[in-house]
């Protein structure tokens, strides 16, 4: 999709440096990529949260195993 914007030039060029991409549409890309894939993570952690952890997984399944 084509479409026209108006970029902050300085704040481009790093993120250009910062990814090692070449041209601004690459940059922009992959910091839209980058948000999205933060906010899957974030949705992730959030739905697991309840999931206890195991401190001792090898004494856990002693103990399960009596």
Same mark, same amino acid.
């Given at each position: 999709?084509?479409? %026209?914007?108006? $970029?902050?030039?300085?704040?481009?060029?790093?993120?250009?440096? +910062? $990814?090692?991409? !070449?041209?601004?549409?690459?940059?922009?890309?992959?910091? +839209? &990529?980058?948000?999205?894939?933060? !906010? !899957? +993570? &974030? %949705? +992730?952690?959030?739905?697991?949260?309840?999931?206890?952890?195991?401190?001792?997984?090898?004494?856990?399944? !002693?103990?399960?195993?009596?």
């Amino acid at each position: 999709m084509r479409t %026209v914007i108006n $970029l902050d030039d300085d704040a481009c060029v790093e993120v250009m440096e +910062l $990814l090692g991409v !070449r041209t601004k549409t690459d940059a922009v890309n992959a910091a +839209l &990529r980058d948000i999205l894939r933060r !906010r !899957r +993570l &974030r %949705v +992730l952690l959030e739905s697991t949260a309840h999931i206890p952890v195991i401190e001792d997984p090898e004494a856990h399944y !002693r103990a399960a195993n009596r």
